[in-house]
């Protein structure tokens, strides 16, 4: 179906194990608006959330870290204590005495339908009409209100939002629209620009692979032969020779690769996992990251462009955990747990967009014209019944209510990586002199949120230390 080929997670993690529900303290609850945009709604529902105050200490005035929650990987104990989301902060507490707290997305929770703002989703996409980002920074804003009360906090108690990804999106909205609640924040990562044709995603995904410093690995050679191997197959694909070839090299049958829907399915997304967004270039298994993946590419003694790309293709069936080898697929990682609706592909049609598209002459590096705008907006047509004129008018609508790239505010900040593709709608450089931009060399999606680790590039090391001092000093400025 359509829905396998939509692209569109924003993926949080490098690895594709599931965080350990053990480490870290148990959920908390407390009670929260169904929908905080009708004065007629009576509604409420649970919302969990999860505090490490080991290090605070009551009537201080130590300040008050607020993780923001998101699509996924869903949030459990461990976000409060070593985990991919806001681990900047986690590893803040002893010296700074501060208090953490991270408020789990309204929805993304409904794997336990006790903490839900609905009580079933029988009635299909009617169901999720709570679900919007808008209601998500409203339900911080009521989680602000209850933790003052609930942990004894004052006005000295400075607040700072963080987040990566989409949540780092909010972590930045949360400061822009309740400035008088939250004093300054960090957005990682944050493709604050909504979007519908995002091109930029796998152009950037392309350009990741010509990165050769910080432990990067890739060459122009690399990323030049990624590309022709994929435009050779797309030839490949119209010929009886060609299929014949890509049958005794890839699997399948020859006539397999005459079918349209095929050919996308194989190489509209690339034949093997790239990955740039998730790379990881301390992973050691063959064909893993961009180094491991350009070591085979440029090695002509395997023969022409597309025979490496088989070669990667097999290394990564014999290494990868099965999991990733839906590969390509960046939606797959955050899939809603079965017999839930795809939230985020709720998200994507009524708000954000961010179709990720590989088309005729971009510098998309995979077989370009088959991931068009058309083939990816027919899922919000055929799950929800939003028209693509519907679509372009809600992410006009979010980039009018956010600013999108015009970021407002101030005591904010936007650290990017280099490899990242998301970057592509992300705050880069900025006239306001309210806020500050970061650009993190050969860095992943917010890799530098991460727990510390002795394999970290010393550009994400730098990064760490570099956005801790500015959250020292903000918090000890006015904002």
Not at 137 to 148: C, N, R, Y
Not at 225 to 250: N, P, V, W
Not at 345 to 360: K, M, N, R, S
Not at 361 to 378: H, I, P, R
Request: proline fraction near 5%; charge should be negative; aromatic fraction near 12%.
């Amino acid at each position: 179906s359509m829905k396998v080929f939509l692209v569109l997670l924003l993926v949080c993690c490098f690895a594709l194990v599931a965080a350990d529900a053990s480490v870290g303290p148990p959920p908390r609850f407390f009670t929260q608006w169904q929908d905080h945009f009708d004065g007629t709604n009576t509604n409420t529902w649970q919302q969990a959330y999860y505090v490490n105050d080991t290090f605070f200490k009551e009537g201080s005035d130590a300040p008050v870290f607020l993780c923001v929650g998101g699509e996924g990987p869903p949030l459990d104990g461990s976000v409060v204590v070593a985990s991919v989301h806001c681990n900047v902060v986690v590893e803040m507490l002893p010296s700074t005495g501060a208090i953490m707290f991270a408020v789990e997305h309204r929805y993304y929770g409904c794997h336990n339908m006790s903490a839900c703002p609905v009580d079933s989703f029988n009635n299909g996409y009617q169901s999720l009409k709570y679900l919007s980002s808008k209601q998500a920074l409203a339900d911080l804003a009521t989680f602000h209100s209850f933790a003052l009360k609930q942990y004894n906090l004052s006005n000295k108690n400075k607040w700072l939002s963080v987040g990566g990804s989409y949540p780092g999106m909010l972590a930045g909205w949360f400061r822009l629209k309740y400035p008088h609640l939250v004093h300054g924040s960090v957005a990682s990562s944050a493709p604050v620009q909504a979007i519908v044709d995002m091109q930029g995603y796998n152009n950037v995904a392309s350009e990741a692979y010509a990165v050769s410093d910080n432990n990067v690995g890739g060459s122009k050679a690399c990323r030049s032969a990624i590309a022709t191997g994929h435009a050779t197959i797309k030839t490949m694909f119209g010929t009886e020779s060609g299929r014949h070839r890509l049958a005794s090299l890839f699997g399948h049958t020859a006539n397999w690769y005459s079918q349209v829907a095929n050919q996308f399915f194989f190489a509209g997304d690339g034949v093997a996992y790239f990955p740039s967004q998730g790379n990881d270039p301390s992973c050691t298994s063959n064909a893993c990251n961009i180094n491991m993946i350009c070591k085979v590419m440029t090695n002509s003694s395997i023969g022409d462009e597309v025979d490496r790309l088989a070669l990667v293709r097999k290394q990564q069936a014999m290494s990868l955990p099965p999991s990733s080898l839906s590969f390509r697929r960046h939606n797959l990682m955050h899939a809603s747990p079965v017999g839930l609706p795809d939230f985020w592909g709720w998200q994507v049609c009524t708000e954000f967009g961010f179709f990720q598209t590989c088309e005729v002459g971009t510098e998309c590096f995979f077989a370009q014209g088959y991931v068009t705008l058309q083939s990816q907006m027919q899922y919000c047509q055929t799950e929800y019944n939003i028209t693509a004129e519907k679509i372009a008018e809600n992410i006009q609508q979010s980039n009018l209510f956010y600013g999108g790239w015009n970021s407002g505010g101030s005591c904010l900040l936007y650290p990017n990586g280099e490899v990242d593709p998301w970057h592509s709608q992300s705050i880069l450089n900025t006239t306001n002199p309210n806020i500050e931009t970061l650009w993190v060399k050969g860095a992943s999606h917010h890799a530098w949120t991460h727990p510390s680790a002795p394999s970290d590039q010393q550009s994400v090391v730098n990064a760490r230390s570099f956005i801790s001092k500015w959250i020292l000093s903000t918090l000890n400025k006015q904002c």
